[in-house]
């Protein structure tokens, strides 16, 4: 299996993202949509006894079965309407209506958009959740896009199905193939833009309520930008290579927001280099805890038989151990001899970093005349990843302190360290990366930033002044400007 990295490649810098979805227990579908299997046609749904086909590129759902006793105590309930009320949503298919299913400890949804060369990943990781599927109280839901057989990646595996599935993760042995009940599914489907996302999320939130929700972002990563005009260098999630989309990062915030104006326990990046101070700061109103990579992980992502295990034995865990088990995961699956970092962080003091950020520019602004080349010097040597201009904040702090003697500069990258610590609760790396602290931030020369700053406003995606963080930062965003070369 190759191990394509997470982040866009230099060649194609692809950019891909998704979410977990949250998991209740739904059963079997059968005994709705005329019983059992079925097959799809041209977008709508035939009754069966069994077995599914799929004709012009519409998935059906694989036999029916219902979900008795998962091996953690009670039966499931039966995910297909019943009676109450029924979540459906316009362009999918499916054997039966969703039915609400009863409150829950926790909902985990995956929105994990397959329509590029992560594909093949996609049915491992699914694979490694059905090693533990859903409970009584856990629930994990993942909608799942497959490219079109044409691709010159597509992966054959599996059945080689191409549109989007809607899953209700449930436990089996069968470690090739995912077995876990098909809700719905859609064969024409953009996992790119921003309201199928929404769409995603207000489906999963209203049929599988909880007490708490996490989402896992599924996919490439690489930060803040989007796409570059001369080279396809990439900053947002999500991309679908076939229909030549993505989200870009201003609009995450309002991709993932709740209906109820609640916030997620948990936001999981399972993408590349997407925990940045400028990422972060975008969605640390909408959740209370952010997990995440500063460096491209291997194409495999996220160990879940690492980590799921753990929140199905602690149903009653807050996001913060939800996040901490997925680092956990990250280095007991690759080992220290790799180039992984994971790190955990509060959103709720994102805030009083950026302000220390924001105090801390404008004092090496002021100091450029005296220590420029220290400035400078500390900005190279400074721990970056897998794209040069991202580095890692502490370790920034930390070179400034070693190199630049003025008072001012001294005591602001104290607040910075004070701040960023507070922030970051957790992190773990590979030996590959010894001075990755947890969080990385945009710190080109301001020659770099001019050039990406034409790249960027030739219509390919928003411009570093966009980014919330630019404008209730902009000492920082001066410095990058004005900064020494």
Request: charged residues 20%.
């Amino acid at each position: 299996m190759l191990n394509k990295p997470r982040s866009l490649s230099a060649a194609t810098r692809l950019l891909a993202f998704s979410a977990v979805v949250g998991f209740y227990a739904v059963a079997a579908l059968s005994g709705c949509g005329g019983g059992g299997g079925g097959s799809t046609t041209g977008g709508t749904t035939t009754g069966g006894n069994g077995g599914g086909s799929t004709t012009g590129g519409n998935p059906t759902p694989s036999p029916s079965a219902s979900i008795g006793d998962p091996g953690r105590g009670g039966a499931l309930s039966d995910g297909c309407s019943r009676g109450g009320t029924v979540i459906n949503q316009p362009g999918w298919s499916g054997q039966c209506s969703t039915a609400v299913q009863p409150t829950r400890k926790w909902t985990v949804l995956l929105y994990m958009n397959g329509a590029n060369d992560l594909e093949e990943y996609g049915n491992l990781n699914l694979n490694q959740m059905e090693q533990f599927g859903s409970d009584n109280n856990i629930t994990f839901v993942a909608q799942f896009k497959r490219i079109q057989s044409s691709a010159s990646y597509d992966d054959k595996s599996d059945g080689d199905w191409a549109g989007a599935r809607r899953f209700v993760v449930r436990r089996d042995s069968d470690s090739n193939t995912v077995t876990s009940p098909i809700i719905s599914t859609r064969a024409d489907i953009d996992m790119g833009s921003k309201e199928t996302l929404q769409e995603f999320i207000q489906w999963g939130v209203k049929t599988f309520p909880a007490e708490r929700y996490a989402i896992v972002l599924w996919n490439h990563g690489a930060g803040w930008r989007s796409r570059s005009a001369k080279s396809p260098v990439t900053r947002g999630f999500s991309y679908d290579d076939e229909k030549e989309t993505h989200i870009d990062t201003i609009e995450i915030p309002e991709a993932i927001r709740l209906d109820s104006g609640r916030k997620w326990d948990l936001v999981a990046w399972d993408s590349s280099l997407m925990q940045m101070m400028e990422v972060a700061y975008e969605i640390k109103d909408q959740t209370n805890w952010i997990v995440g990579s500063e460096e491209s992980p291997p194409g495999r992502g996220y160990p879940y038989d690492r980590w799921v295990d753990k929140l199905i034995a602690n149903p009653d865990a807050d996001g913060r151990f939800v996040g901490e088990a997925i680092c956990d995961a990250m280095i007991a699956g690759y080992g220290i001899n790799s180039n992984i970092t994971e790190s955990l962080l509060d959103a709720s003091k994102i805030a009083p970093l950026a302000s220390a950020v924001n105090s801390f520019g404008a004092s090496l602004l002021a100091a450029k005349g005296a220590f420029g080349n220290q400035i400078a010097d500390a900005r190279e040597d400074s721990e970056q990843f897998d794209y040069d201009e991202n580095k890692d904040l502490l370790d920034f702090a930390r070179l400034i302190k070693e190199r630049v003697s003025d008072p001012a500069v001294q005591a602001s990258a104290t607040r910075v360290e004070e701040a960023a610590r507070a922030a970051i609760v957790k992190t773990v790396n590979g030996e590959d990366h010894p001075n990755a602290k947890g969080l990385a931030i945009y710190l080109p020369s301001p020659n770099a930033y001019r050039r990406d700053d034409i790249s960027q406003a030739n219509g390919f995606g928003q411009r570093y002044t966009e980014l919330l963080f630019a404008r209730d930062a902009p000492n920082w965003q001066s410095f990058l400007t004005q900064g020494p070369q």
